[in-house]
């Protein structure tokens, strides 16, 4: 299946019944008092959470979502039907913004969670509803009100607890191949990965955690160079980064530069998303002298002083038990101090909300690029998203 991680679509409310005008006419009662029902209430649009999807691309194919119009009132005081509120399934992790406002409307998080993203008009109003002690036949009916119209620009950002980062060809999509069951597609070109892939590490511990491979960064990825933009904003849903560096890469660069170069590219799209816990982890140690990797080490130590720092290979699993159960002790606590700790919950959401608003306004100057042409990269940003 095709990964799509941003669409527009238009939500469209259904409109509320109108009032009926009616008059109780029978045989023997001729006269007979006002009996006009209200109207039903218009459909709403919901986006609902299913975590079987990883993906938008449904939503391409589907530009027009649409509830449906409330039914008119009737005689004998009969309300009309309301009109069905129209459920869309999404990803988990996918945030809604009113493309036209540039307001964010909400993020769908969890599994059957559901976001009102467009309301269904009100309904109209019979002719017996508005019968009083003066007015004992009154004529006037109103009608149902028009629902919610909206432009949506919904993007999606993986769920993970743990984030691989690197360059291309740095052994993210090898090593998450070796220790979840997810198979990602490996070659030995730049870019294989050309969307994020998710798998469930489960080590020997009892904790198990989501773990992330993204397209591998390169220098000017946050000014949208390679994959860039479009696929860093999957990295800010993460709680933990995991920097996977070639010790020896095959274009005989300096794995000290590569690291460095990655890290800035992070900097560079949102400091927030830089102050996220990254450890270093060495690749392809089975290809290098036990001397080089541990100059390696000795160097990232140098530079990322207090940091953990460890080295792997993928290919005959040295040193990834170590990793994997230490990843999970690290989850394990951050999940259980998150749910104890009422201020470092509410730190992690003021970084959730600062890390939004950094995707948000990327995408907006994205946008804003692509409208205005090549020669306007560099001009600053005049609008933003903003999160109600």
């Known amino acids: 299946m095709k990964f799509v991680d941003e669409v527009t679509v238009s939500a469209i409310a259904g409109r509320g019944g109108d009032g009926?005008?009616?008059?109780?006419?029978?045989?023997?009662?001729?006269?007979?008092?006002?009996?006009?029902?209200?109207?039903?209430?218009?459909?709403?649009?919901f986006l609902v959470g299913d975590s079987?999807?990883?993906?938008?691309?449904?939503?391409?194919?589907?530009?027009?979502?649409?509830?449906?119009?409330g039914q008119s009132?009737?005689?004998?005081?009969?309300?009309?039907?309301?009109?069905?509120?129209?459920?869309?399934?999404?990803?988990?992790?996918?945030?809604v913004i009113d493309d036209e406002t540039?307001?964010?409307?909400?993020?769908?998080?969890?599994?059957?969670?559901?976001?009102?993203?467009?309301?269904?008009?009100?309904?109209?109003?019979?002719?017996?509803?508005?019968?009083?002690?003066?007015?004992r036949s009154p004529r006037q009916t109103t009608r149902g009100g028009d629902g919610e119209r909206?432009?949506?620009?919904?993007?999606?950002?993986?769920?993970?607890?743990?984030?691989?980062?690197?360059l291309p060809n740095a052994g993210k999509s090898t090593l998450l191949n070796v220790v979840s069951a997810s198979r990602p597609?490996?070659?030995?070109?730049?870019?294989?990965?050309?969307?994020?892939?998710?798998?469930?590490?489960?080590?020997?511990?009892?904790?198990?955690?989501?773990?992330a491979d993204v397209p591998g960064l390169i220098?000017?990825?946050?000014?949208?160079?390679?994959?860039g933009i479009r696929f860093l904003r999957h990295l800010t849903r993460t709680s933990i980064?995991?920097?996977?560096?070639?010790?020896?890469?095959?274009?005989?660069?300096?794995?000290?530069?590569?690291?460095?170069?990655?890290?800035?590219?992070?900097?560079?799209?949102s400091q927030e998303l830089s102050r996220t816990p990254i450890f270093t982890v060495l690749t392809k140690i089975d290809l290098v002298p036990t001397s080089r990797i541990e100059e390696t080490v000795a160097a990232v130590r140098d530079i990322r002083p207090g940091r953990p720092v460890f080295a792997i290979s993928a290919v005959t699993n040295a040193g990834t038990g170590d990793l994997m159960n230490f990843l999970a002790n690290r989850v394990h606590d951050a999940k259980h101090q998150l749910s104890d700790n009422a201020k470092y919950e509410r730190e992690a959401l003021d970084r959730r909300e600062a890390l939004a608003q950094a995707v948000l306004d990327r995408s907006l100057e994205e946008r804003r690029n692509l409208e205005l042409g090549s020669s306007a990269q560099t001009d600053p940003v005049d609008v933003v998203y903003r999160r109600n």
Request: charged share 20%.
């Open 20 to 45: 009926c005008l009616s008059f109780l006419r029978r045989a023997n009662f001729a006269k007979g008092g006002p009996d006009g029902g209200n109207g039903g209430a218009g459909g709403s649009v």
């Open 52 to 69: 079987s999807l990883n993906t938008l691309v449904d939503l391409r194919f589907q530009p027009q979502l649409k509830a449906k119009n």
């Open 73 to 95: 009132g009737s005689s004998s005081v009969k309300k009309g039907a309301n009109g069905q509120s129209l459920d869309v399934k999404v990803p988990c992790g996918t945030t």
């Open 102 to 135: 540039l307001v964010v409307i909400g993020d769908v998080t969890g599994p059957n969670q559901r976001l009102r993203v467009a309301e269904g008009g009100n309904p109209g109003r019979g002719n017996a509803s508005f019968k009083s002690s003066t007015n």
């Open 150 to 166: 909206r432009q949506l620009r919904l993007q999606l950002r993986v769920l993970a607890d743990v984030g691989l980062l690197g």
């Open 185 to 211: 597609r490996v070659a030995d070109y730049p870019f294989t990965t050309l969307h994020p892939s998710l798998g469930v590490v489960k080590p020997n511990s009892d904790d198990s955690f989501v773990m």
């Open 219 to 227: 220098r000017g990825a946050s000014q949208g160079q390679g994959l």
């Open 241 to 269: 980064l995991l920097h996977l560096v070639e010790v020896q890469p095959i274009d005989e660069s300096d794995p000290i530069k590569n690291l460095q170069d990655v890290e800035s590219e992070l900097d560079c799209y």
